[in-house]
């Protein structure tokens, strides 16, 4: 479902980072652990497809995203791939509906209120349909950006720190939420951390170590 070979990538005018081969399969779940710097970052925005790579492949859901750009790119990305960035970002003059309901406009889908307001149900936010993003509490922001990461039901769910800052309670709803939210959807779930709370209840991990410096 999510696979990276021989990946390589280099920020302009700086060394070139790499990666170790891996492979996440359907409904697999697992850390990317890794000191500051070592390239969590890097690694998700890559298998997103909002960084091109330098080299390698990555692999998601039987499509080799290095063969996709422009729109089609976007599409794939709105279709089959999940992120749930570390600062959760909104259309701010949207309500939270029409929040979700633009994430599948976007990635070419036919628009469903009704799957959208059952996934609010889901994560317990069914009241907060159509407020507006400024009126929900940061909790309740990051529950709306894991309805929309899980919208289009994407086979791949890339999550960036998202219990930073969290205290254990919510840290540890956050993680349920993550783990039980993917299961149910079947999509393969990476969440990058430094989050050692995490480590018991995700038991796959991958470890980065110091940044990997190769050649071009
Ligand atoms: N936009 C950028 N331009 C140049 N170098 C960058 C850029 N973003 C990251 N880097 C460098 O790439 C390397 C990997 O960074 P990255 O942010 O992926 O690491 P990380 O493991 O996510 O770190 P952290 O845990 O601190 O978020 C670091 O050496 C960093 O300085």
């Known amino acids: 479902m999510l696979e990276i070979r021989q990946l390589r990538y280099a920020y302009p005018g700086r060394p070139v980072l790499q990666w170790p081969d891996f492979a996440l399969a359907r409904g697999e779940q697992a850390l990317l652990l890794g000191p500051s710097g070592s390239g969590k970052t890097t690694l998700l925005h890559l298998l997103a497809g909002m960084l091109t790579p330098s080299g390698g ?61 059952h996934l609010l149900e889901q ?29 289009n039901q994407p086979a791949v769910l890339l999550a960036d720190e998202p219990t930073a800052s969290l205290d254990d309670t919510r840290a540890a709803q956050v993680a349920n939420l993550l783990a039980e939210h993917g299961q149910q959807q079947g999509c393969s779930l990476l969440i990058a951390t430094h989050d050692a709370r995490l480590k018991a209840r995700f038991t796959r991990h991958l470890t980065l170590t110091e940044p990997i410096r190769g050649q071009a």
């Open 57 to 117: 492949d990555i692999r998601v859901a039987d499509t080799l995203l290095n063969t996709l750009s422009g729109s089609a790119l976007d599409t794939f990305r709105g279709q089959r791939i999940g992120v749930l960035p570390q600062r959760v970002s909104m259309l701010d003059s949207l309500s939270v509906l029409d929040n979700l309901l633009f994430a599948q406009y976007f990635a070419g889908q036919r628009t469903q209120p009704s799957r959208a307001l």
């Open 123 to 151: 994560l317990d936010l069914p009241e907060v349909a159509p407020r507006l993003p400024a009126q929900l509490s940061q909790g309740q922001l990051q529950r709306v950006a894991l309805a929309r990461a899980l919208i």
